[in-house]
């Protein structure tokens, strides 16, 4: 078993990248998923801010112009094999940002859906989602993490 593997074992780390919205998801992943109240860290997934120690990239917000090339680097960045979660109807489809969509062409504001931009495994729906809906998420990530060499 692989080091990194081995690390697994033990802990999952997260990463939490905004990409432009109303900060209403960041709220709910920083403030209650990360709280003592929902505890994500008693199935051992934790919060990291650096995108090399991460597993998980958690991704809220309807990914601005400013964002859309940073949040690749940061994707390439975290090592194989790693679980993508798109939080949030923003990351989903736009939600209230959806009519901002548009192409290169057209000065766009936006670039959702996520899934055009890095790839995605997990989508968790709502404005914002549940705490409870966002933990079961992470938490089915970690088989595929756990898969590693
Ligand atoms: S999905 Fe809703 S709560 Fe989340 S960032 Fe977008 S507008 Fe805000």
Request: hydrophobic share 45%.
């Amino acid at each position: 078993m692989g080091l990194k593997a081995t690390a697994r074992k033990n802990a999952i780390h997260a990463l939490l990248v905004y990409s432009g919205g109303c900060n209403g998801c960041d709220i709910e992943v920083v403030n209650a998923v990360f709280s003592p109240r929902y505890d994500i860290e008693q199935y051992r997934i934790l919060l990291t801010w650096n995108p090399r120690e991460a597993d998980v990239l958690i991704v809220t917000g309807a990914i601005t112009w400013a964002m859309k090339e940073p949040l690749q680097r940061i994707y390439e960045l975290i090592p194989e094999p790693k679980a993508v979660l798109a939080v949030g109807s923003c990351a989903i489809n736009g939600c209230v940002f959806r009519n901002l969509v548009g192409d290169i062409k057209h000065n766009p504001e936006v670039f959702a859906p996520l899934e055009k931009i890095i790839p995605v495994d997990i989508k968790v729906p709502g404005c914002p989602p549940r705490p409870e809906d966002i933990i079961m998420a992470a938490v089915k990530g970690v088989p595929k993490l756990m898969a590693a060499p």
